[in-house]
């Protein structure tokens, strides 16, 4: 069983195409002569994985099943929808309108536009009552957060257009053979961040074979480790293994968010 996955995953095709893309900032005014071989692999996997696109537009749906720091669930169904094409390729998560609070600036749609010839370009539409209004100066909306214990960063998988990449190992995670790559922010994390959501640094694991994320884990500004990402649980769709359940958690506050994709259709 091979496996793909992250945030935008494609049910029933045997396609599971991880939203995995890299840019290898600055390379240009640092030679590799400057860079430990550890470097050079890992800005060399991140470019080789930038390269990656889904093949095809397709829309998946699913349900939030939010635990928040304080015990209180919650559930919110979710479209995500990709769209494909020559030139770039966008990602467009949208929040069921039933479950946005009323008089609250609550955001409700973001659309990340994945360009391999520059960073992510992000735009996060908010709800309060019966209006709405759009951010979009990326810089500022890729620190938000959008849903649960998922930021607007977590969904572009920001950390990994970070300058500083680095292969760490190599080493079975999951029952996976995966290259360990750790993602340095060159920026100070924002300690002031309400939940914080900044990183300084992110380890994931890829898989050898898929270029997927088996396990990735994100730490705060201290370096203790403040969010794990997995996916939970695969389910068999016409003859293939799909990804059904993937969670994301916040191991200091103890708030949890899964996405569970629905697998029916």
């Not at 094409?85 to 929040?95: D, F």
């Not at 920001?158 to 990449?165: I, L, M, S």
């Amino acid at each position: 069983m091979r496996m793909k996955f992250w945030t935008d995953i494609r049910p029933a095709t045997g396609a599971l195409a991880a939203l995995v893309w890299f840019l290898a900032v600055g390379a240009a005014a640092e030679t590799t002569n400057t860079l430990s071989d550890a470097e050079i692999q890992g800005r060399q996997l991140a470019q080789q994985l930038c390269d990656a696109r889904p093949i095809e537009s397709f829309t998946n749906t699913g349900v939030l099943k939010i635990r928040n720091a304080n015990g209180i669930k919650s559930e919110i169904p979710i479209k995500i929808e990709t769209l494909v094409t020559p030139t770039n390729w966008s990602s467009i998560y949208e929040l069921s309108s039933a479950n946005i609070v009323s008089n609250t600036l609550t955001p409700k749609r973001l659309v990340v536009l994945h360009d391999t010839s520059n960073s992510n370009q992000y735009r996060l539409t908010f709800s309060s009552g019966d209006k709405q209004w759009t951010k979009d100066r990326s810089d500022i909306v890729a620190i938000l957060g959008f849903a649960g214990d998922f930021s607007v960063a977590d969904l572009g998988l920001e950390f990994f257009h970070w300058p500083q990449q680095k292969v760490l190992k190599k080493e079975v995670k999951r029952s996976q053979g995966c290259t360990v790559l750790e993602s340095t922010n060159p920026n100070s994390p924002d300690d002031k961040t309400v939940p914080p959501i900044r990183y300084s640094r992110v380890v994931s694991w890829i898989d050898g074979e898929s270029g997927g994320i088996v396990q990735a884990e994100a730490y705060d500004a201290q370096g203790k480790l403040l969010k794990e990402f997995a996916p939970k649980s695969f389910k068999k769709v016409n003859g293939q293994w799909e990804l059904q359940e993937m969670e994301i958690r916040n191991v200091q506050t103890g708030s949890r968010t899964r996405l569970e994709f629905d697998l029916t259709k």
